[in-house]
């Protein structure tokens, strides 16, 4: 059901699914749309706020979780391990920079995927490629890989779960952790989108952020979430010109807002050269955006085994050289967006997983390789 007001539904979108002709995918819309908010317009506010206070220097930010989550995980007992890991790196943080951190769990809702090929080849066969739980199966085996809507409303459900298990938290008196993924699949988003108070609001997160190959000026993505009263994030990687950061600000931010708009800054090397001149930019366009670092999009590696990876040395590399330019530039380092797992996963070289050859020990992540908490504990002890 398309709803007033939704002008970018008509804009050209990538990394969409190919589902439309699927017998359920008109049944899929309409029960989307009939279901209830996963959050509620008083938590937008609150977490408004709290960005609002980071932007301001006075706090900051921990934003971590899976590359892509699994269904497999929407239970209490996973979600608890997560919430476990996440606030104990977020002490962490606090502990180090003197002040209040704001957690995000990429989490209750980060089930899609945008991939960089249509197709990859599983035991010498070409299969297309898995696109996260909301779209198809991890199996890698025709019949699972195919493009299924019915998906869009487990995902709704497994979010639904995970939120509930969140929720015990708030209630023993901490303020999060918030829920937060990639507004990928329009098909997911749209029909979550609702009138609220003060305008319209994406019901399917706290904190909707755009991808690195979706955040294109002319196309859907960005201005779904420049027509949502959430607050929302952008991924800015290493192409991304001055010009460019101000025109996405202009669109995300027009108000210039403390908070309103995250910028999440994923350049890997090239983080030297291309994060000066943007910050510059957007600071003289007057825009009080929060900056976060993802050290980990821009470092990710073919192994000798075959796996994608990432070592912890090139990680704290970046988040460090981010650190250092925004307080060259007078600006505040907002806190760190990372992959992170619950348990003791060998996805990425580094601290006690000491080199390539141990890659395959304990590798689970069904997308990017996430640091294990170990590693993860050693990056913020040593970059802050
Ligand atoms: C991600 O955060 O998992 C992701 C796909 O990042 P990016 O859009 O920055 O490549
Ligand atoms: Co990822």
């Not at 890997?268 to 003289?284: D, F, H, K, N, S």
């Not at 821009?298 to 994608?308: I, L, W």
């Not at 704290?316 to 050289?321: C, F, P, Q, R, W």
Request: net charge negative; proline share 7%.
């Amino acid at each position: 059901m398309r709803r007033s007001g939704s002008d970018w539904d008509l804009l050209p979108a990538a990394e969409q699914p190919n589902w439309r002709n699927h017998p359920h995918y008109e049944r899929t819309q309409e029960r989307l749309s009939a279901a209830a908010p996963l959050v509620t317009e008083p938590e937008l506010t609150e977490v408004r706020g709290a960005l609002a206070a980071v932007a301001e220097g006075s706090a900051r930010v921990l934003q971590a979780g899976d590359c892509a989550e699994s269904f497999g995980d929407a239970t209490l007992s996973r979600t608890a391990a997560k919430v476990t890991v996440l606030n104990e790196l977020g002490d962490l943080l606090a502990k180090k920079v003197s002040r209040p951190v704001v957690r995000f769990g990429r989490m209750a809702g980060q089930y899609a995927k945008p991939r960089s090929n249509a197709f990859e080849v599983v035991n010498g066969v070409e299969v297309p490629v898995f696109r996260g739980h909301l779209v198809n199966s991890f199996e890698p085996d025709h019949a699972g890989r195919q493009h299924d809507p019915r998906r869009m409303l487990w995902a709704y459900q497994a979010s639904a779960d995970v939120l509930g298990a969140l929720r015990t938290h708030w209630e023993s008196g901490r303020s999060g952790p918030w829920t937060s993924h990639e507004a990928l699949v329009l098909d997911y988003e749209r029909p979550l989108v609702r009138a609220g108070i003060d305008g319209d609001y994406l019901g399917s997160t706290h904190f909707p952020w755009v991808g690195e190959r979706t955040r294109q000026l002319d196309h859907a993505h960005v201005r779904l979430l420049a027509s949502v009263t959430n607050p929302v994030g952008c991924k800015v990687g290493p192409s991304t010109d001055p010009e460019t950061a101000v025109r996405l600000c202009e669109l995300l931010d027009p108000g210039r807002t403390p908070g309103r708009l995250t910028l999440i800054v994923r350049m890997g090397r090239a983080i030297e050269t291309a994060l000066p001149p943007v910050v510059r930019a957007v600071r003289r366009a007057g825009h009080p955006v929060v900056w976060l670092s993802d050290p980990m999009h821009g470092n990710t590696v073919r192994a000798e085994t075959g796996q994608k990876t990432r070592y912890l040395a090139d990680i704290i590399n970046e988040a460090t050289a981010f650190a250092r330019i925004l307080d060259a530039a007078g600006a505040h380092p907002g806190g760190l967006h990372l992959e992170v797992a619950a348990e003791d996963v060998t996805e990425c070289v580094g601290g006690p997983v000491a080199g390539e050859r141990q890659l395959t020990t304990r590798y689970e992540s069904l997308c990017d390789p996430r640091l294990n908490p170990e590693q993860a504990f050693e990056l913020i002890d040593t970059v802050f």
